[in-house]
């Protein structure tokens, strides 16, 4: 079987160069004899793995020395509690702006945590097709929450909002190394990485050093205290060694393709050819408003969820959908199914994907549009 263009949210696709160089080295890791998935934690061969990755995170997001990196497990989602947990310890309050599922769930743990959670803008009103804009942020919070990029609506911040001197925390996950990213703008940027930077199981923190507490909120877990992280250097418990030694080296491609920035050229080369085919045509558009829109996850709808929708259209927009992600699978372009909230299709097209991939899906499209006009 050939290889697919992948265009799944996560887990998602990996440049193929990194894929072939862990398959070399399956048996037999830098002369050790041993693969990484054998290695003990603590050897002197994994320590340069985890040394690596941490060191081409810094380079790469130009992390300021007064930032820690951490290599943490549980996934963006329980970033959702930590994040609660540590930060919210002065006035308990915190403000959150949302933009999505993804900051709604952020949102609902820090309240379940006890929290006082003051939504203070959201763009609900339209079904999260757009980032509201706040101009500054005031008031006793401990922090204010953002996600960055909407992976399900397929919306990206095209500012940051100014906190003062309130730290801003933002969920990165779907956005991480996708552009340029002024990390001291941030008090915590975190990131799963099966979307952009590596299989899943590793998350990326990245804390400002005066955030990180000794006194969490009453009865937090030790596991839950970034204190308990940064001071082991990620190896408090056992890391998920292999999925760090992957991060190196998808770190590693993403320095030899120019880095943040040469990526972000990349992206917007990408996401233009297929916006512009989106807003060039009758067949299909783009849900997400121009000024919003994420360069890694492409939401769209065909002509048949216009307007009134009756039980008839109902049936014939989802006959269109399903046929489009059944034919494109043919096509060997797959996991193009829109999440449910939206409907329509999304194809992200993450730092990995190829241009070629989007050319090809480009050209599908037409074709399908020709088909079913
Ligand atoms: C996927 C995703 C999450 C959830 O990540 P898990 O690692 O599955 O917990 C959180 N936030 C964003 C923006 C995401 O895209």
């Known amino acids: 079987m050939p290889r697919v263009y992948n265009f799944s949210a996560g887990p998602s696709c990996l440049p193929e160069e990194v894929l072939k160089e862990c398959a070399q080295e399956m048996l037999d890791c830098n002369g050790t004899g041993q693969s990484v998935m054998e290695m003990s934690h603590r050897s002197a061969a994994f320590e340069p793995i985890i040394a690596h990755a941490e060191q081409q995170v810094r380079k790469l997001m130009n992390v300021p020395d007064n930032y820690k990196v951490l290599f943490l497990q549980g996934g963006g989602s329980t970033q959702f509690a930590m994040v609660a947990q540590n930060l919210a310890i002065h006035s308990g309050k915190a403000a959150y702006i949302q933009t999505g599922v993804w900051a709604k769930k952020a ?160 992206n917007v080369e990408k996401a233009k050819l297929l916006y512009g085919y989106l807003d060039s045509s009758e067949f299909y558009h783009a849900t997400a408003e121009a000024g919003s829109r994420s360069l890694m996850n492409v939401t769209f709808l065909t002509k048949y969820s216009d307007g009134a929708k009756d039980e008839a259209g109902l049936a014939k927009e989802k006959a269109v959908n399903a046929q489009f992600v059944k034919q494109a699978e043919a096509a060997g372009l797959v996991n193009l199914k829109g999440h449910r909230l939206v409907g329509g299709m999304r194809a992200s097209i993450y730092n990995a994907m190829p241009i070629e991939g989007v050319k090809a899906l480009v050209e599908f499209m037409k074709q399908f549009a020709a088909e079913n006009a």
């Open 107 to 266: 949102a609902a743990e820090a309240k379940k945590l006890g929290v006082q959670v003051d939504i203070i803008a959201s763009s609900e009103d339209k079904n999260y097709s757009y980032i509201p804009r706040v101009e500054k942020i005031a008031g006793g919070y401990d922090y204010a929450y953002i996600c960055f990029n909407n992976t399900i609506m397929g919306t990206h911040y095209e500012y940051i909002p100014d906190t003062g001197s309130i730290p801003l925390v933002a969920d990165i996950s779907s956005c991480v190394l996708s552009e340029e990213l002024d990390v001291s703008k941030f008090g915590l940027l975190f990131a799963g990485a099966q979307k952009n930077l590596a299989p899943a199981g590793v998350t990326l923190v990245i804390i400002r050093e005066d955030l990180i507490t000794e006194t969490p909120r009453a009865g937090t877990p030790t596991m839950m205290c970034y204190k308990t992280h940064a001071d082991n250097g990620s190896m408090y418990n056992t890391p998920p060694c292999y999925t760090i030694y992957v991060l190196g080296k998808v770190l590693d491609w993403i320095e030899r393709n120019g880095g943040a920035a040469g990526m972000h050229r990349r």
